[in-house]
């Protein structure tokens, strides 16, 4: 009996050294990891100061030819935190981000890295001159491919599509050398409605769409009606009219 406890203690006891072994391997080997990763970042700091960069760009920049090593690195520093993904091969540093996530263009400056053929419109437009009373999170744009929507670390981007023809009535501004397409207030209205659903009941002219809608045109000056009435014309669109005509019957008195 004393032979076999003894003998029971001293396998249990090697399993015991094997599973700590086995941790503290596992400890040693993260901590390599680390230590690579934290000694690599220096090669991020050319990217710190531009908004985006690509893993081809990165490739080039730092000389490394193994696609494969450049793809673990970034993911590496990806959940490192040292960087952001913002879509499949395109990266933010997190110095970037801490440094500019408070400028006024800088969601603007990412909604056009993720498609560049778009403006910024609709809800986030409108917001932003508090034309709508229920608050929406997404940045929302225009473009004439395919709706789409793409989230990420920075927040929920959302691309509507429009014909050709009505892809128009915005503004260029540039964000480190990233052209940024806004919508006026008007066409920002327009496409807005344009895209919105509305049941033929709302089109009558003894309904307010206004309120119906909960809109706030207070900010709309002349300016803007008349820019919104030559976009509802050109649109050819009978509904757009209808809701035109209603806003004159309603709001927008002659």
Not at 39 to 62: C, G, H, V, W
Not at 128 to 135: A, G, M, P, S
Not at 183 to 188: E, F, I, P, Q, R
Not at 210 to 234: A, G, I
Request: a positive charge; glycine letters at 4%.
């Amino acid at each position: 009996m004393v032979r076999q406890d003894m003998s029971g203690q001293i396998k249990h006891y090697g399993i015991e050294l094997r599973l700590k072994k086995c941790v503290l391997y596992r400890i040693i080997y993260k901590k390599c990891i680390l230590s690579d990763i934290k000694m690599k970042t220096d090669l991020l700091r050319p990217s710190e100061n531009i908004p985006y960069f690509t893993l081809e760009s990165f490739k080039q920049a730092t000389g490394m030819e193994s696609p494969h090593q450049v793809r673990v690195l970034l993911h590496r520093w990806g959940q490192a935190g040292h960087i952001l993904p913002l879509k499949k091969g395109v990266y933010m540093t997190r110095q970037f981000y801490e440094q500019h996530r408070a400028d006024y263009l800088f969601s603007g400056a990412v909604s056009a890295i993720l498609l560049p053929q778009s403006y910024l419109s609709l809800e986030y437009i409108l917001q932003q001159h508090n034309l709508l009373t229920e608050v929406t999170y997404p940045i929302t744009c225009i473009t004439t491919k395919n709706t789409r929507r793409i989230v990420n670390s920075i927040g929920t981007f959302l691309y509507r599509h429009i014909r050709a023809d009505l892809y128009r009535g915005f503004t260029i501004t540039e964000y480190f050398s990233i052209r940024i397409a806004q919508a006026s207030l008007a066409k920002a209205l327009l496409d807005y409605l344009y895209l919105r659903p509305l049941p033929v009941a709302y089109r009558h002219p003894k309904i307010n769409l206004v309120e119906e809608l909960r809109l706030n045109l207070d900010e709309f000056s002349l300016k803007d009606r008349e820019e919104f009435s030559r976009f509802v014309e050109e649109s050819h669109s009978q509904k757009m009219m209808d809701i035109l005509n209603n806003f004159r019957s309603n709001v927008w008195p002659p």
